[in-house]
């Protein structure tokens, strides 16, 4: 029996699939559960339209990750941190920090999404990386200024 898998099935496949599985263990155990649908031609029709939209949706959130990552170019951050008289930071500022300095500025993004996991504890610019979607990276520049 061929069966559409309509979510990721252990051992199995992955959602969209066209598998191959014996009669009883697709009648009673994928299709009885809600994991898959037989294959008809209707079925295939609605697989492709659902390859489009996902596509589709795929292409709108790949561009609007580059214009956030052209966004982050001209983007500086600056913190204002306790320092020494060398120069030497007290303390320094993590990605949490990151983030919500972001979200002030109307940027969501998830602090796992930063690359550069090192908390920052050096004055002046550094470039911190961020994946915003699959194989498109934004770097924000933040500036330590020192403070006695």
Same mark, same amino acid.
């Given at each position: ?10 051992k199995l496949g992955k959602k ?34 659902? =390859?489009?939209?996902?596509? %589709?949706?795929? @292409? ?6 580059? *214009? &956030? ?27 949490k920090q990151i983030t919500e ?11 796992? =999404?930063?690359?550069?996991? %090192?908390?920052? @504890? ?6 911190? *990386? &961020? ?18």
């Open positions: 029996m061929k069966v559409i898998l309509k979510s990721d099935v252990k969209g699939d066209i598998v191959e599985v014996a009669d009883g263990y697709g009648r009673n155990y994928l299709i009885a559960r809600g994991l898959a649908v037989p294959v008809t031609e209707k079925s295939k029709e609605i697989l492709k339209e659902q =390859k489009q939209e996902e596509a %589709a949706q795929d @292409a709108k959130n790949r561009a609007e990750a580059e *214009r &956030i990552a052209k966004e982050f170019e001209d983007l500086m951050l600056e913190f204002n941190v306790r320092s020494g008289s060398e120069g030497r930071v007290f303390g320094s500022v993590s990605t300095e972001l979200a002030k500025r109307g940027y969501k993004i998830d602090k796992r =999404k930063f690359l550069d996991t %090192a908390p920052i @504890a050096s004055l002046g610019v550094t470039k911190v *990386r &961020i994946e915003l979607y699959k194989g498109v990276i934004g770097t924000v520049r933040v500036n330590l200024k020192g403070s006695d």
